[in-house]
């Protein structure tokens, strides 16, 4: 098993940054692909990015969003600069005992989520 604990989310400028934290706690922290998702009132959940030794990220985000990993402190992060109000969305860690994919779907982990949003 695998626990997940989100932090860092709040109200924040367009424009603005944010850094997100997940600590994991749990079975061997190293050898998971570790996601974010988000998701919005009334869409889907969708992906943001992903570390799994390698960075992977969606297309609405690349160049403004950055996904880190410290193994010592079993945490992932992402860094969220450049914020625009469509990045408002609860903001939640995933992680997957397999190799990096953007399917919600197949992430067996997830962490409670954390509030984002931007304001105009």
Do not use: H
Not at 91 to 96: D, F, K, L, Q, V
């Amino acid at each position: 098993q695998v626990q997940l604990v989100e932090s860092g989310g709040g109200l924040v400028q367009a424009g603005g940054s944010v850094r997100l934290s997940c600590a994991a706690s749990g079975r061997t922290f190293s050898f998971y692909t570790m996601a974010w998702f988000r998701q919005a009132p009334g869409k889907e959940r969708e992906f943001v990015a992903a570390w799994t030794g390698s960075t992977y990220y969606a297309d609405s985000v690349k160049g403004r969003f950055t996904i880190s990993r410290d193994n010592a402190k079993n945490t992932v992060y992402l860094q969220m600069n450049s914020l625009k109000p469509e990045d408002t969305a609860v903001y939640y860690c995933a992680s997957r005992p397999g190799p990096y994919s953007n399917n919600y779907a197949l992430y067996n982990y997830w962490g409670q989520g954390t509030q984002v949003t931007v304001s105009s």
